[in-house]
């Protein structure tokens, strides 16, 4: 796929458990972006990061990005159940002005 | 507080309309794009606009147009809407290659 591919497609865990998901992309990027969508709603942005920045937090989240490996990870710490959403990484590529979405990781928490 | 408003959140059209989709932010946001959203393809670009007139094919641009005649407003036009434009769609804005604010989405049935 051009877009890259993000894992698992589907995750669930535990109430108080840590949950990743990583994605990965194929050409260089400026900057890549975590977004999360509840079901049946539009997408909220978490975080961005950029090409030459490796790790950024806000609050309980966590992502890195290594460019050596086209990858990135969003890390959620000590999950709630209202962390249960639909997870996106998205990346702007070096010379495109819009973002391209992968098909998402879908996070289950269990109270 | 940031707001991207779409025109409806659910729509039942027959094969053959016209159908538009609009979608208003008031944020004074250069960019505007719209996505559909698919089970198991995430989100994939319409068309987006960096200007007032000013517009770009996205990935699936067919069986599509768009018009920004005003900076706040982009409108998505489905010429003849068929069975297989049935979907999701999510538009959003935001500043140059920065993060972007989606609106709530409307369902779009078409029969």
């Known amino acids: 796929s051009q877009q890259g591919e993000e894992d698992p497609q589907a995750l669930s865990i535990q109430e108080g458990e840590n949950a990743t998901m990583n994605c990965s992309y194929k050409?260089?990027?400026?900057?890549l972006q975590w977004y999360r969508q509840n079901s049946g709603r539009g997408l909220v942005h978490l975080i961005l990061?950029?090409?030459?920045?490796r790790e950024k937090h806000s609050g309980r989240l966590r992502v890195t990005l290594d460019t050596s490996k086209k990858s990135s990870s969003l890390l959620i710490t000590a999950s709630r159940a209202a962390d249960t959403a639909s997870y996106f990484c998205?990346?702007?590529?070096?010379?495109?002005?819009?973002?391209?979405f992968g098909s998402g990781t879908r996070l289950q928490v269990q109270p | 507080d940031v707001k991207v408003t779409q025109s409806s959140r659910y729509l039942v059209k027959r094969t053959g309309e016209k159908v538009f989709l609009e979608c208003v932010q008031d944020?004074?946001?250069?960019?505007m794009f719209w996505y559909r959203q698919d089970p198991g393809l995430g989100l994939r670009l319409i068309y987006f606009?960096?200007?007032?007139?000013?517009?770009e094919k996205g990935d699936i641009p067919e069986g599509y147009s768009v018009s920004r005649e005003k900076k706040e407003r982009f409108s998505l036009i489905l010429e003849s809407a068929s069975t297989n434009q049935t979907s999701m769609y999510l538009c959003?804005?935001?500043?140059?290659?920065?993060?972007?604010?989606f609106g709530p989405g409307t369902r779009l049935l078409v029969l």
């Open positions: 959003a804005s935001s500043r140059q290659g920065e993060t972007q604010y």
């Open positions: 050409t260089s990027i400026n900057n």
């Open positions: 990061i950029r090409s030459n920045e």
């Open positions: 998205a990346r702007r590529l070096t010379g495109r002005r819009a973002l391209t």
């Open positions: 944020m004074d946001h250069e960019n």
């Open positions: 606009s960096y200007d007032v007139k000013m517009k």
